[in-house]
């Protein structure tokens, strides 16, 4: 079974809502209804209503299975209730006014109504660029007991093959601490997505093989990972080279002792640059189907799309993100 049919099979039926705040987008709109229909996900959509039902029509698309909300004309009290949430929610960073004008906007709009209950998840980010939908995220959501930061994870999948790549999306500057994060995060990600996690920490020295202060990152990342995390000790380990962290081989010859070299399933990489350059050979030399970003360590799941995503990209993203909701249930 492949990834999206184990997680369409979890999360049929089970009414998991997600706000779209691109509801005029024509992929957006239609990957909505398509999810509606296959009873995967309860749809909010969100902008101007009769922009919404006037491309409904030109795409030939039912809205009878969405919920469309038009943030201009929601209820007097609907918007005073969402403006006194949003400012206690800020606990004093921001005043009615700011809340009010932050509501206007459909990204915060949309990210409120998670933050209150109203939906489980959002997806976003086929119109706006990622940092309007990590912005009001990081704001109003805020980041899971533990976290400090979120960063962004890569599912990397080839026929039977699973991995997770992290971080490849978010933190430019990465020191001890925050690789570290990343390591746990990366492992709860693993384990939405049935993988057990094996989690190797990227550098070019393996078990000290070489000297230096980016090596040495990497040890004390490795270090306070096992701290943070002790239920995980035994399933993080580093420094490592790529080759030692998956080839048997290799990790019998340069980390003998390592319960994750020559298994490794998840892989930490020491700054964002060989995150994002790792997943795209990966992807474009390897083979391999590269599904994300996916944002770890919120509270809540919020995704980000490309903004050349498909439709179908659209559904990937929003299955993953319901996924996700459904784990925190």
């Not at 999206?4 to 987008?25: A, N």
């Not at 959509?45 to 039902?53: D, P, Q, T």
């Not at 990210?111 to 940092?131: I, K, N, R, Y």
Request: charged residues 25%; hydrophobic residues 45%.
């Amino acid at each position: 079974m492949s990834l999206f049919d184990q997680f369409k099979t979890e999360i049929k039926g089970q009414k998991i809502r997600l706000v779209f705040p691109e509801g005029t987008d024509e992929r957006v709109l239609t990957a909505a209804v398509e999810l509606a229909q296959e009873d995967l996900v309860n749809p909010i959509i969100l902008g101007e209503k009769e922009a919404i039902v006037a491309l409904s029509k030109k795409l030939q698309l039912s809205l009878n299975q969405v919920e469309i909300v038009d943030i201009k004309t929601v209820s007097a009290d609907q918007r005073v209730k969402m403006i006194k949430a949003l400012v206690e929610r800020r606990k004093g960073k921001t005043d009615e006014r700011t809340a009010e004008k932050w509501l206007q906007d459909e990204n915060y709009f949309g990210t409120m109504l998670v933050q209150m209950g109203a939906a489980e998840g959002m997806v976003s980010g086929a119109v706006h660029p990622t940092g309007d939908t990590v912005r009001p995220a990081l704001q109003l959501i805020k980041t899971a007991p533990g976290s400090r930061r979120i960063s962004g994870a890569f599912i990397m999948q080839k026929g039977d093959q699973r991995f997770v790549f992290a971080d490849c999306a978010i933190n430019i500057d990465i020191d001890a601490e925050t690789m570290a994060q990343i390591a746990i995060q990366s492992a709860h990600t693993a384990k939405i997505f049935g993988i057990k996690p094996k989690v190797a920490m990227l550098s070019f020295s393996t078990k000290g093989s070489a000297k230096g202060a980016q090596v040495e990152k990497v040890q004390e990342a490795t270090k306070i990972a096992k701290e943070l995390a002790p239920e995980l000790a035994e399933q993080i380990d580093g420094d490592l080279q790529f080759d030692a962290a998956v080839v048997e081989k290799v990790a019998n010859a340069k980390a003998p002792d390592s319960a994750v070299a020559g298994q490794a399933n998840v892989f930490v990489f020491p700054s964002l640059e060989s995150g994002n350059i790792g997943y795209k050979i990966a992807q474009r030399l390897g083979g391999f189907e590269a599904i994300g970003p996916i944002l770890q360590g919120l509270a809540k799941p919020v995704s980000d799309l490309s903004r050349g995503a498909s439709k179908d990209d659209v559904v990937k993203v929003a299955i993953i993100t319901a996924a996700q909701a459904l784990a925190q249930r």
